[in-house]
């Protein structure tokens, strides 16, 4: 079955090309709202696979749709939610990160340069990944101000950077030019080093990247 979403998003321009993208892409946009207060509603009714999400929407244009989507998540977790946005909001990017360890997505609208990239990052996020664009990894880390991963190597921060990503290991090996047996044993390195174990609760990929944006707190 074709995956149902909801896109929020108040620029008439931006929603009609997104529309015709994902419906091109075997998609099928189950409804559309240009506030908050519609998208909340739209959800509700249409109980989408995924929800795309601006944060800033009307009426004050600051943080409306992050706040939309961080309810919608605590209503209904089992929506996947990527949030599109000119800005990095440190604050609510956090808490929504820290709310649910899956189906989660925060792109930047101007770094979304790859329409193929783009398609398979929605995907991922539907398929309960997540997709995180570098620059908000990046002010994450800087929000948080101190780092407790000084123990990893700089190998390994790369692949864990890439792994907040939503990279699988082909890509990761790819990235940084190493074999797929490297990038294995560069992840088991990091899990070790920040004590994630194989019968921890939860999935180890996703809290070593949680623990990596400082979201999760540490063992």
């Known amino acids: 079955m074709p995956l149902r979403v909801v896109i929020g998003e108040d620029s008439v321009l931006l929603l009609a090309g997104l529309t015709k993208l994902l419906e091109s892409a075997g998609f099928t946009v189950a409804a559309t709202a240009a506030n908050a207060t519609e998208l909340l509603a739209a959800v509700a009714e249409a109980r989408p696979d995924l929800v795309i999400a601006d944060v800033r929407m009307p009426p004050t244009h600051t943080d409306e749709g992050i706040r939309a989507a961080l309810a919608i998540r605590a209503q209904w977790p089992e929506i996947a939610i990527l949030v599109l946005s000119q800005y990095v909001e440190e604050r609510y990017a956090a808490d929504l990160l820290s709310a649910n ?20 990052a929605l995907r991922r996020v539907a398929s309960g990944g997540t997709a995180l664009d570098p620059e908000v990894v990046a002010q994450l880390l800087v929000r948080r101000g101190s780092d407790p991963l000084q123990a990893l190597t700089q190998r390994e921060r790369d692949v864990l950077a890439l792994m907040a990503e939503g990279r699988s290991n082909a890509e990761i090996g790819a990235a940084l030019v190493i074999t797929d047996s490297a990038v294995s044993k560069h992840i088991n390195s990091i899990f070790g080093k920040l004590g994630l174990h194989p019968g921890d609760t939860g999935h180890r990929r996703v809290l070593a990247v949680l623990r990596y944006l400082g979201a999760a707190p540490a063992s």
């Open 101 to 120: 360890t899956s189906s989660i997505g925060y792109l930047l609208k101007d770094r979304v340069a790859d329409v193929t990239e783009f398609l398979d």
